[in-house]
């Protein structure tokens, strides 16, 4: 069974345009989440989408939109990019939304605004 | 809000040694879960291990244990006769509700452990 899948898997973008990042959940797994990773720290969340609604935002600015498709994948959408937007972008999928939910990753775009 | 603290930026051993990756949390939660996920250069987070705050009980997984001790809020992890693929990044995390159901997972700064042949 294929696992999380993300794409592009890199990606380099200037100052001030959008991006667009695409996941797609394991088979089943309505739940995807998405997870900003600056080099050097910890996986930060941005979102939670279940059956097709947002149900939790970290703390991020406006510029970050996402959303979930009837097929259950996303796309996490990034406006007026920053340099600081530079950095892996995680996604996860479980099978549920519960607290005690295991979550499966996907390998990530890699993400730089020059 | 919850935190999760992993003192420990770096550390290196030699193949065959034993390591512990400390995790410190907080939270105020009285129901919640940690986890253990491994990030190898390729990126991807491997899940490692779930525990509920309910269960202390340690656990063992081949070369990999765990101690979760409630009272000191630490959810330890070891790697006995440490090998050079166990090299990689480690991050502990612990589940948060937002809100209902809904949950977010708050990482550590993780622990780049280094096995040298």
């Known amino acids: 069974d294929a696992g999380v899948t993300q794409s592009p898997t890199h990606l380099i973008k200037t100052r001030g345009q959008q991006v667009t990042l695409r996941c797609s959940p394991i088979s089943g797994h309505k739940s995807v989440s998405w997870y900003q990773q600056v080099l050097g720290q910890g996986p930060q969340f941005i979102f939670q989408y279940y059956e097709k609604e947002e149900r939790g935002r970290g703390n991020f600015p406006d510029r970050f939109s996402a959303r979930q498709f009837p097929n259950y994948s996303s796309e996490l959408n990034v406006n007026a990019l920053l340099l600081g937007d530079s950095a892996l972008y995680l996604c996860?999928?479980?099978?549920?939304?519960?607290?005690?939910?295991?979550?499966?990753f996907g390998q990530g775009t890699r993400l730089t605004v020059v | 809000a919850q935190k999760v603290t992993q003192a420990q930026t770096e550390i290196s051993v030699v193949e065959k040694e034993d390591v512990t990756l400390d995790c410190v949390y907080e939270?105020?939660?009285?129901?919640?879960?940690l986890f253990w996920y491994k990030q190898p250069p390729s990126g991807e987070l491997v899940f490692l291990i779930r525990r509920n705050s309910f269960d202390e009980q340690n656990e063992i997984s081949g070369r990999y244990s765990w101690n979760f001790q409630k009272s000191t809020s630490s959810f330890n992890f070891t790697i006995t006769a440490s090998q050079v693929v166990d090299s990689a990044v480690y991050f502990c995390?612990?589940?948060?509700?937002?809100?209902?159901?809904?949950?977010?997972?708050?990482f550590g700064s993780g622990t780049q452990l280094t096995v040298l042949p």
């Open positions: 996860a999928s479980s099978a549920r939304q519960g607290m005690n939910t295991e979550a499966f």
């Open positions: 939270t105020r939660d009285t129901t919640y879960y």
């Open positions: 995390a612990l589940s948060e509700v937002l809100s209902g159901s809904a949950r977010q997972l708050t």
